[in-house]
């Protein structure tokens, strides 16, 4: 499945990231890599998907996020309240 079919408060895996090698690998600089576990914030279907990994908040266009490739991840999720 796609980041952009992830739901809410959901944690996922990285599994691939298929997008241009340009941004591809400004993701990479920013930490999002294969095996990353990533926490869907916010996917409420009308703009930017809001994602959490490595500590930090990100917000991602629906065009990146449909180029990410994800599995749940086994452990469950802890959101913090911001």
Request: glycine share 8%.
């Amino acid at each position: 499945m796609t980041l952009k079919q992830g739901k809410n408060h959901t944690a996922y895996q990285v599994v691939s990231i298929n997008i241009e090698l340009k941004l591809e690998r400004r993701l990479q600089a920013l930490g999002l890599t294969d095996g990353t576990k990533i926490t869907v914030l916010n996917n409420d279907k009308k703009g930017a998907v809001t994602v959490r990994f490595r500590g930090t908040r990100f917000a991602l266009g629906k065009r990146i996020a449909d180029h990410i490739e994800v599995k749940e991840a086994l452990d469950t999720c802890q959101t913090q309240s911001m």
